[in-house]
Nanobody, 123 residues
Framework: QVQLVESGGGLVQAGDSLRLSCAAS????????MAWFRQAPGKEREFVAG????????DYTDSVKGRFTISRDDAKNTVYLQMNSLKPEDTANYYC????????????????WGQGTQVTVSS
């Protein structure tokens, strides 16, 4: 049974940092491309960052470039999202997801999802 478990969310002030973690089990982690999505109330789920299997190449949505960094540790079956200079508009529920596909920006490309971790940034 595949499980993705996120942690690290919380309530912070604008300008603060958080590191999200997503621990995977039940799959051969190194085979999977991993990503973080987020969903704010009343909005669609959006791609935040992705990291490809093998190459480790990364992609980011424009609004987080230069502030967020995605990384992975295949030995620990974990993907991370380091979030710096947080803004109130970053407030959302953050989800990690796993795909074997090559198109990583669309949520419907992903096979497995975590339950989410809430990030709230106050101004």
């Amino acid at each position: 049974q595949v499980q993705l478990v996120e942690s690290g969310g919380g309530l912070v002030q604008a300008g603060d940092s958080l590191r999200l973690s997503c621990a995977a089990s039940g799959l051969t982690f190194s085979f999977w491309t991993m990503a973080w999505f987020r969903q704010a109330p009343g909005k669609e789920r959006e791609f935040v960052a992705g990291i490809r299997r093998r190459s480790g190449d990364t992609d980011y949505t424009d609004s987080v470039k230069g502030r967020f960094t995605i990384s992975r540790d295949d030995a620990k079956n974990t993907v991370y999202l380091q979030m710096n200079s947080l803004k109130p508009e970053d407030t959302a529920n953050y989800y990690c997801a796993a795909t074997l596909g090559t198109v990583i920006l669309r949520s419907n490309a992903y096979d497995y999802w975590g339950q989410g971790t809430q990030v709230t940034v106050s101004s």
